[in-house]
């Protein structure tokens, strides 16, 4: 553990510099981490990575709601956690050339877009950066203590617009709603590629004008995990008849996913 | 280094270390984290003669001492088990046991006919005690008669060694243990989850979409100790230890009430990769108390007891 920092009203960035160096990784996968003490819960809980710094620590963002994310929360620096990873299928890769991207994240779902906006604003010796323009980001919260660190994507030089239910802080309303605002405004072309995490009511309504409107859209799924690595068939989600996973009714979030398109699992 | 090689119904294994049913998959997902030669054996996700998708989410929830779950035997059938399962086991290290599955009695045995044309699979593990389909009934582990008929069933389709699983559910699991001995077990695991619930009592919703699961992990080790013990002073068949164990001094410690081999579950959850290295510690555990062979611990209980009964 390298360092934890609060952030937002409920929030840590944990800073882990794992000992083996990885790779660049794959915008939207994840890591199971666990606290190494007899007091954390013994099955580690899922992650996205939220970061990858160029020393090669890892950062995620993480909402503290119970005992695991607790435990990681208290962490000390020097201290050893336990991860397993990088897990799961990412986001689809981003190009130029491809329709402006709208990532739609609620709460902590932001945590996978940050490292997916740095890798595209980057490019690869494959692939050339993405011209910030043609990104956005909407992030909503109930009210701003919810955005995290919505400074540190505002830096990243794209258009982010903040939302807040409470209208504390950014938009007044949700995600959707701003979204909607945008089209409206004429800010965005109708022709868009939808992202979205965050709480599933959310992405629902995210995929429900997706679908009215015949966009793209993939989401990232949080489910309870077991193991994380295909093992144990706790994180089913339920498949879709026609889409890309085939006909075996459930899909495993841990090895499917985390990221799906939408047309492929159903959010319940 | 200590021997670890165990006899167990006629396998040979390199070590007394399983995989359990259900935490493993079917070994292939496990294979860049757990090498086969580490294992005594790996025990395949139970398999049914027909697809079972599985129960409702949410399946699993951590409690404070262990972790309830309650997949329902998700699987895709006999057949894709057969097909594409077995047909993509490539390791010559692995030592396979299907675990298999039935809605009858009959679906058993017809399993275990099917899986007996299969050289891939070495043994059978037959699956009396899901808790998790029949409404937590456990209809073919808690009545002597009916595991008797299903273990008869099973010995008459297969040539292949066959083990019951036991449930801890019941009252007086050596007679379950005598039953399944009598209708041809060559070996019995002992023992599978136990019934459990969590509840969230501030939205008044249970943890598990089915209210009621499985219970393994650290908390159910005393009881599955209590259990083999019970049924390894009542058979004659060897006795798999599985509940709660986690590392080198609980597989010791099965061992010494008279396993012969144990099975690891939850511990994989925890650490996926926990058996990648648990038979080199047990090993480790032997060489540093300076005894040759993980066998020679095998029933030291028993006979320990039963020389001081002699003193008396």
């Known amino acids: 553990m390298v360092s934890i920092r609060p952030s937002g009203s409920d929030g840590v960035v944990l800073t882990v510099r794992p000992f083996m160096t990885f790779g660049r990784l794959d915008a939207g996968r994840f890591f199971m981490l666990r606290g190494d003490e007899e007091s954390s819960p013994a099955i580690p809980r899922p992650f996205s990575l939220y970061r990858q710094g160029d020393s090669g620590n890892l950062e995620f963002l993480i909402k503290v709601i119970g005992p695991g994310t607790e435990a990681l929360a208290q962490s000390r620096v020097g201290e050893e956690i336990v991860m397993i990873g990088p897990l799961g299928r990412g986001w689809p890769e981003l190009t130029q050339d491809g329709k402006p991207l709208i990532m739609l994240a609620g709460g902590i779902g932001s945590a996978p877009f940050y490292i997916a906006l740095q890798q595209a604003l980057a490019g690869t010796d494959q692939r050339p950066a993405v011209d910030p323009g043609q990104l956005h980001l909407i992030y909503g919260g109930r009210n701003k203590g919810l955005l995290y660190d919505i400074e540190k994507f505002e830096e990243l030089g794209i258009a982010v617009t903040p939302c807040t239910d409470d209208g504390s802080f950014g938009f007044h309303g949700n995600v959707v709603q701003a979204l909607e605002d945008h089209w409206r405004q004429s800010r965005f072309p109708s022709e868009v590629r939808l992202w979205t995490c965050g709480p599933e009511p959310m992405m629902r309504a995210v995929v429900k004008v997706a679908e009215d409107r015949d966009l793209q859209c993939w989401f990232s799924l949080e489910t309870y995990m077991g193991c994380g690595v295909g093992i144990c068939n706790g994180c089913a989600v339920l498949t879709c008849k026609e889409g890309s996973l085939g006909s075996w009714p459930v899909a495993k979030c841990c090895v499917d996913g985390p990221v799906f398109a939408a047309r492929d699992v159903q959010l319940t | ?312």
């Not at chain 2, 359990?20 to 996700?45: D, N």
């Not at chain 2, 969230?200 to 599955?224: C, F, H, N």
Request: aromatic fraction near 4%.
């Open chain 2, 1 to 312: 280094m200590s021997d670890l090689s165990t006899r167990l119904a006629g396998l040979a294994l390199r070590n007394p270390i399983l995989s359990a049913s259900g935490t493993f998959g079917h070994g292939l997902e496990m294979a860049q984290l757990v090498p086969a030669r580490a294992l005594g054996a790996w025990v395949s996700k139970t398999v049914t003669l027909t697809p079972r998708p599985g129960n409702p989410m949410p399946r699993i929830q951590e409690t404070e001492a262990g972790f309830l779950n309650s997949i329902g035997l998700e699987n895709r059938g006999l057949d894709a088990y057969i097909n594409e399962t077995l047909a993509s086991v490539c390791d010559p290290d692995a030592v396979l046991i299907a675990n298999i599955g039935g809605h009858t009695e009959e679906e058993f045995a017809i399993a275990a006919a099917r899986l007996d044309d299969c050289p891939k699979v070495q043994a059978l593990e037959v699956n009396l005690s899901c808790p998790n389909v029949d409404g937590g009934r456990l209809p073919y582990s808690t009545e002597p008669a009916t595991a008797e008929r299903v273990m008869a069933g099973v010995r008459a389709a297969t040539t292949k060694p066959v083990f019951a699983k036991l449930s801890g559910n019941v009252t007086r699991i050596e007679d379950i243990a005598l039953a399944a001995e009598a209708g041809g077990a060559d070996g019995l695991t002992v023992i599978n989850t136990l019934l459990g619930m969590g509840v969230d009592w501030r939205r008044g919703e249970p943890q598990l979409a089915t209210v009621v699961g499985g219970y393994s992990g650290v908390a159910i080790k005393p009881i599955a100790m209590r259990c083999a013990w019970q049924v390894c002073q009542a058979v004659k068949i060897p006795v798999i230890g599985c509940g709660g164990i986690r590392n080198a001094e609980d597989v010791l410690e099965f061992l010494a009430v008279g396993c012969t081999a144990v099975q690891v579950g939850t511990a994989s959850f925890s650490d996926p990769a926990c058996l990648a290295t648990l038979a080199q510690e047990l090993s480790a555990c032997l060489d540093e108390e300076g005894i040759a062979t993980s066998a020679e611990v095998s029933g030291r209980l028993a006979r320990n007891l039963q020389c001081e009964a002699g003193n008396l």
